[in-house]
């Protein structure tokens, strides 16, 4: 690992201010970050949740009140919600394979590091129509029982397999495509996108029949 030092030379190279991540012993945690005077306008306009705790120097000047705007959902472009909606259907024929060929690696790959975020996407979105887009999500959807209901939040808690166990996985994919698709059908209605049912239809009998088959192995 580099030392202290080399990191910090290796930022004033790249981004010219200090990073200092620190861990204290009671709990606390601090980023610290310095920044030279003449750098600072580039680091501006601040973030919409800062705020001005000292400026002794009258370098930075009176801060709107803290707010969470610049995270707000942000309405898609219907290609970019049909974009998505390609890529999730896509990936589901993709974690079928991988799940009746029994490699879980692979499929927990798709299923968790790709899949798992369209999903995200598409309930964030799904809050976005709901709240009119002046809300944010929280990082990492942690907002997400504020504005789903209990069945849907449910739902989304059910899509966590837990375990390497085959038909553990399958239920929690039938589980997120279902979501999936009440949420997206949600979205494109509010927005008047086109829905395209006939992908889904036609996946989800995809994905039944796989199940169905004899191990690959």
């Known amino acids: 690992m580099r030392t202290e030092q080399e990191m910090m030379q290796l930022i004033m190279q790249t ?15 601090l980023d610290l970050t310095l920044i030279p ?40 472009t219907e290609q970019a919600y049909a974009d998505k909606c390609n890529e999730f259907w896509w ?22 590091q790709i899949n798992r975020n369209v999903l995200m996407q598409m309930i964030d979105w799904y809050i976005g129509v709901k709240t009119n887009f002046l809300v944010s999500a929280g990082k990492l959807g942690k907002y997400y029982p504020n504005y789903l209901d209990e069945e849907d939040w449910e739902k989304y808690r059910k899509t966590y397999s837990c375990g390497k166990d085959v038909d553990r996985i399958w239920e ?21 996108f086109a829905f395209q ?7 989800m009998m995809y994905m039944r029949r796989i199940r169905k088959l004899e191990n690959y192995g």
């Open 37 to 76: 005077e003449e750098k600072l306008a580039s680091f501006q306009p601040f973030d919409s949740l800062s705020v001005l705790l000292m400026d002794k120097d009258q370098l930075i000047g009176e801060l709107p009140p803290p707010s969470e705007r610049d995270y707000y959902i942000q309405r898609p």
């Open 197 to 203: 049912q006939e992908d889904v239809t036609n996946v």
């Open 172 to 192: 929690a994919l039938f589980t997120m495509c279902d979501l999936f698709t009440k949420l997206s059908k949600h979205v494109a209605h509010t927005l008047d």
């Open 91 to 112: 990936i589901c024929l993709n974690i079928s394979k991988g799940l009746w060929r029994e490699e879980i690696t692979y499929t927990m790959f798709m299923y968790e």
């Open 15 to 29: 981004a010219h201010h200090f990073v200092y991540l620190m861990q204290f012993k009671d709990g606390n945690r």
